[in-house]
């Protein structure tokens, strides 16, 4: 299958050359050029089949063309050895935990894939690859996890200082091996502008293979489309959906979650609605209330891997639907939570319901609380496990009532290796060729 550029100046290229880039030549986002339906045959039965099973077939739609069968069987259940189980947290509303991988993040499913695919098109004679990745917290995690030890790959994680939790700092930062973490003087926004500087840096771009592994990568975003069907199928198998609509909200930053969810409706999973649950960067908020598109700085809230004032996969959404605004406000509702209420939240869901929500998830939760009608059934995505946000967490409920789980205690315990740069962009060049700092 080809993949053109949202920005359409520049011609398709295929799956491998659209994973190794990241990001289209024009500094487009790559999209397959075809979405392909399932049957409604597929959906009577697809409670009988495993998230595994599942994410196998959804895989084979995108990937089909490019990879044989016996390989991406391979790939796609060496990437989720782990599930995505569905909680109820109260009536008509569950929560799909994504967190039960590597480190804890929805983000380790896509990583996984990546790393698993970028290892099969690399023959043995090409040159390294280095993966650039800007993150808020956990992208840098899932993606230094992901590839983690694999061959002819190095990572560099770019973080804003000062800006990530602990937890989620020692998930990248202890890593060694074919892992570099650079702690940026700056924000999320400013890490992001760097990653993309580079790679539209011809200098740069003949010396060194470069590729991104933030959602703007297909390897990444696509998988994402997994979980929706599975959220569909356990629903189903539990009688959840009968007479009812599908209504699912999902906790946005970068957008790459949502637009893979997008994607699966387009392959026929019946969802109802979407909804978008934003923090206080609210840039998509306020563009479905009024057409109007202005990304702006981030500020920094509890929920932070939600913090991104100009979210990358915007530009997939607006390909998708043919930048067609009332489509987009039809597809998806937007709701937005301050870090008083996210607070308020995570408080009352535990205390009524007994479930306890991260900063992220909360912010899904209630949206759908405050939007469900009657004939529908809500499903959040729970996007990380509440531990990552421990500090936040006991803020809220009291102390000594977050296990950490021992996943994330191995990382606290591992010795903190990071490179200090400011964000000026000819240190970060340097840095990449040379690897020191100046
Ligand atoms: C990355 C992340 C999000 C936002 O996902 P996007 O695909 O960037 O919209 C939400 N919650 C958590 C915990 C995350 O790590």
Known sequence: ???????????????????????????????????????????????????????????????????????????????????????????????????????????????????????????????????????????????ANGFLGVEGIHVYVLYPKGKVSKIQESQFTTLGKNITALEIDGTFDDCQHLVKTAFLDEELNKKLVLTSANSINVARFLPQAFYYFNAYARLKEIGALEAKELVVSVPSGNFGNLTAGLFAQEMGLPVKQFIAANNENDIVYQYLKTGEYNPRSSVETIANAMDVGAPSNFARILDLYNHSYRTIAEKIIGFRYSDEQIREIVQQVYRRNGYLCDPHGACGFQSLDDYLQENQTGVFLETAHPAKFTETIEQIIGTGNVALPDKLAAFMKGK??????YKKYSDFKKFLLYNRNF
Do not use: W
Not at 26 to 46: A, C, Q, V, W, Y
Not at 69 to 79: G, P, Q, S, Y
Not at 416 to 421: G, H, I, M, P, W
């Open 1 to 143: 299958m080809q993949y053109y550029s949202t920005n359409k100046n520049t011609p398709p290229v295929s799956l491998k050359e659209a994973v190794v880039k990241g990001l289209a030549a024009d500094n487009g986002l790559f999209m397959p050029e075809r979405i392909e339906k399932f049957e409604s045959l597929f959906f009577n039965s697809i409670h009988k089949l495993s998230f595994q099973e599942i994410a196998f077939e959804v895989a084979k739609k995108f990937f089909g063309e490019d990879i044989e069968e016996a390989k991406l069987e391979e790939i796609v259940f060496d990437t989720l050895q782990f599930d995505c189980p569905l909680v109820k947290v109260k009536e008509n509303i569950y929560s799909l935990e994504l967190f039960h991988g590597p480190t804890l993040a929805f983000k380790d499913v896509g990583a996984r894939f990546m790393a698993r695919l970028l290892n099969h098109f690399l023959g043995e004679k090409e040159k390294q690859v280095n993966v650039l990745v800007a993150t808020s917290g956990d992208t840098g995690s899932a993606v």
């Open 416 to 421: 903190r290796k990071v490179s200090f740069l």
